[in-house]
């Protein structure tokens, strides 16, 4: 029985480049988490104005309460408003 069998040396060139090539992959992963890190921020440490910039909001017509006048629609999205509107007498609401 050989002590070297054939193909041996073969494998342990592949098992070789297989390190090789995982290690320098390793090596490309790190690289490209620190330069994220370097151009990326977290949102947690954006100033208010910025999150404002990133945000919106949908503006539904069920969510605000319309009044007409003069043929006009008048949305109004605060309840407090549109209840103290709605109380104001019809000559006082055209003002």
Known sequence: METNPRGYGERCRLDTFYKTV?????IDYIREMKRRAS???????LPQTM??????AD??????????YCGY???ISSQQVADAFAGL???????
Not at 22 to 26: F, T, V
Request: aromatic residues 8%.
């Open 59 to 68: 503006d539904y017509p069920s969510d605000s309460y319309v009044f007409s």
């Open 89 to 95: 007498p019809e000559q006082e609401q055209s003002i």
């Open 22 to 26: 995982l290690k320098h992959e390793a």
């Open 51 to 56: 999150m404002d910039k990133l945000c919106s």
């Open 73 to 75: 629609d008048l949305p």
């Open 39 to 45: 151009r990326e921020t977290s949102l947690e440490r």
